[in-house]
């Protein structure tokens, strides 16, 4: 028997217009087919997220990354494209000065350990 599972947050802007018009966290789970504590628990999250918006925080994914989702930071894709290949040039020179640093490392120990 499959799993009949729906992500709330695919229907957060129908859901959010639906509360503003005056009902009640129970009658916009009956519509949409969710439960009333599933419908609790969004609101609460979600005037968590405004909150931060409002105050200027970053909204930033839980858990570890994906391993195919974005390598940019979310402070990061939310600037111009351009300052986006500038942010990713930057940091592979970095990576680039940090592996020169240890060949360097590295040459030295071998010539001082006497071996080429």
């Given at each position: 028997?499959?799993?009949k599972?729906?992500?709330?947050?695919?229907?957060?802007?129908?859901?959010?217009?639906?509360?503003?018009?005056?009902?009640?966290?129970?009658?916009?789970?009956?519509?949409?087919g969710?439960?009333?504590?599933?419908?609790r628990?969004?609101?609460?999250?979600?005037n968590?997220?405004q909150?931060?918006?409002?105050?200027?925080?970053?909204?930033k994914?839980?858990?570890?990354?994906?391993?195919?989702?974005n390598?940019?930071?979310?402070?990061?894709?939310?600037?111009s494209?351009?300052?986006?290949l500038?942010?990713?040039?930057?940091s592979?020179?970095r990576?680039?000065?940090?592996?020169?640093?240890?060949?360097?490392?590295?040459?030295?120990?071998?010539?001082?350990?006497?071996?080429?």
């Amino acid at each position: 028997m499959p799993r009949k599972y729906r992500h709330i947050k695919d229907y957060e802007k129908e859901l959010i217009e639906y509360i503003q018009q005056g009902h009640t966290l129970r009658e916009t789970g009956e519509k949409f087919g969710f439960a009333y504590k599933e419908m609790r628990d969004f609101k609460t999250r979600y005037n968590r997220n405004q909150k931060k918006l409002a105050a200027g925080i970053a909204i930033k994914p839980k858990g570890r990354p994906r391993k195919d989702g974005n390598k940019l930071p979310p402070s990061v894709q939310q600037l111009s494209k351009l300052s986006q290949l500038q942010y990713e040039l930057a940091s592979k020179d970095r990576y680039i000065k940090r592996i020169e640093m240890e060949n360097e490392l590295m040459r030295d120990f071998l010539s001082l350990t006497e071996r080429k």
